[in-house]
């Protein structure tokens, strides 16, 4: 199982820095992505922001996030660090994995997940 934390109310322009650790076994050697679901949305309808090989390799981010959000391992939890916020990043952000040390093709699913952390930007 996956949790993730780190969510919270911040105004725009704000930083946040989301964890994700696992609670049962370890993705020491698995690749870890961070989504996010809108208000309004269903999971399967969420983004793909970042995602980050067993070896460090970052995925390429959405280009909502490019500049602004990065993502980092290290040998218990992924963590997702997120600047210069907007409201428009307002969501529930989960993390999952899978067994494979890459990241996932397009067409291609991780099999685990979180159940989410709230983050909200506003005034």
């Known amino acids: 199982q996956l949790v993730e934390s780190g969510g919270d109310l911040v105004q725009p322009g704000g930083s946040l820095r989301l964890s994700c650790a696992a609670t049962r076994g370890s993705f020491y050697s698995s690749a870890v992505g961070w989504f996010r679901r809108a208000p309004g949305k269903e999971r399967e309808e969420g983004e793909a922001v970042l995602c980050i090989s067993s070896t460090g390799r970052d995925s390429e981010p959405v280009d909502s996030v490019r500049g602004r959000f990065t993502i980092s391992r290290d040998s218990t939890k992924v963590y997702l660090q997120m600047n210069n916020l907007k409201p428009e990043d307002t969501a529930v952000y989960y993390c999952?994995?899978?067994?494979?040390?890459?990241?996932?093709?397009?067409?291609?699913?991780?099999?685990?997940w979180g159940q989410g952390t709230q983050v909200t930007i506003s005034t």
């Open positions: 999952a994995t899978w067994a494979k040390a890459r990241c996932p093709y397009p067409s291609e699913e991780f099999h685990y």
